[in-house]
């Protein structure tokens, strides 16, 4: 699992109080650093089709449905909390 590096996502994930928010943030940070931390959503979204069904990218869920626009290999799952943030994955 990966976060954009400083982002909103990357805070949120840092301090929530939710269990299994909290498992997410312990995936992202077991991560590989390449993946786990990405410059841009573009990065993470690459990584998501480059990986085989073994990445998934957490970012702001307007950013993912963006992609998934244009990216029919793409899937994300539903908001994950109220701030709007989701998961992409490969289809």
Known sequence: MGVIRGGSTHN????VKREDLQRAWWRVQRSSESKAF?????DG????KR???LFAFISEEKNLQQAVLH?????IS???DM???AIAVPK
């Open 51 to 53: 990986s085989n069904g």
């Open 38 to 42: 990405q410059p841009t959503a573009l």
């Open 12 to 15: 949120f994930l840092q301090n």
């Open 71 to 75: 990216d029919c290999s793409l899937s």
């Open 83 to 85: 701030r709007s943030f």
């Open 45 to 48: 979204i690459e990584d998501v």
């Open 78 to 80: 539903g908001g994950i």
